[in-house]
């Protein structure tokens, strides 16, 4: 294990997988020379040249499309989108080609392609450029959807997904890319796609969370477990294929449940997670109405006070478990 950034921690990824499979290629904007729009690439041009590391240009139907015709032909490519709202321009290739082909050829065909997405606000860039637009793709049957929270789960996670035969689309915060963590260099340490973490056990109440506002919900955990409400945490890391057993069981076991992200919330994934829950078993041992702690439904501001009020804060979560633990019983 080694310290180092998140960031550092998705280049190491690539890096290892590029050495390991020659068939592997990125291919983005700026992604060369300049090392991307958040330096995540910088020096993999030096060891693998302009032939693996492909600048592309400002084309983003060009470069999804390249990368879907490329994968259909045996190659492995990896996009890295300057911002994650980029991918509206390449969306057909993506959602009409890239998630269909394998279904439309019976399994014969095959599209190994990873999509990276930075996205979230928190860094000033605006509406255009600080959207969490993951519950699109989660709509889409043929798309795989990863949200890793930490470095070592980045890691893992985004060689798992180099190494699927499907499409695979991986959404990264671009707050995240400066947190640092242990990270294993082991080169064939991966995390298999579809297994939710918990990384905080407790009996009081499930919350279950992903990417950026995980270190949010383990600060507040850990806060109220000194005023005795045990939380337990859940950090599903593939929103699709869902580790729906994890969820079920863990809300079994707390008859509590609160759903915690950063996108708005009409249309969010926090939906899916409810209805997961309320569709099984696990309806029956609740305690309580479940929350949903999402994005304000407003394009995200640029003021730098407002950009903060628009995505659930501590405060906000700290309240919300008051509110759905009652100490008295």
Known sequence: MKEM????????????????????????????????SFGVTKGMIEEFGEERIKDAPISEA?????????????????VEMPFSDFITIGMDALINQGAKI???????????????????????????HSQSLEAWFCHIPGL????????????GLLKASIRDNNPVVFVESKLLYKKRGMVSEDPEFFIPLGQADIKKEGKDLTM?????????????AWKV???????EVIDLRTLVPLDKDTIIQS????????????????????????????????????KAPIIRLAGKDVPIPFNAQLEKAVVPSEREIQEAIYKIVDLKK
């Open 5 to 36: 950034t998140y960031a550092q921690a998705i280049c190491l990824a690539m890096t290892e997988e590029m050495r390991r499979n020659q068939d592997i290629f990125l291919m983005g904007e700026d992604i060369g020379v300049y090392g991307g």
């Open 62 to 78: 060009a470069i999804v499309g390249s990368a879907v015709g490329a994968a259909i032909t045996g190659m492995r490519p990896i």
């Open 102 to 128: 394998r279904y439309m050829f019976g399994g014969k065909a095959k599209v190994p392609m990873v999509v990276r997405l930075p996205g979230g606000s928190g860094t000033g860039a605006a509406a255009q």
């Open 144 to 155: 795989k959807v990863v949200a890793a929270s930490t470095p070592n789960d980045a890691k």
């Open 208 to 220: 279950i969370t992903y990417g950026r506002m995980l270190s949010r919900v383990l600060k507040i």
């Open 225 to 231: 477990k000194k005023e005795g409400i045990d939380v």
């Open 251 to 286: 809300v079994k076991k707390t008859g509590r449940a609160m759903i915690v992200h950063e996108a708005v919330k009409t249309g969010g994934y926090g939906g899916e997670i409810l209805s997961t829950i309320v569709e099984s078993e696990a309806f029956y041992f609740l």
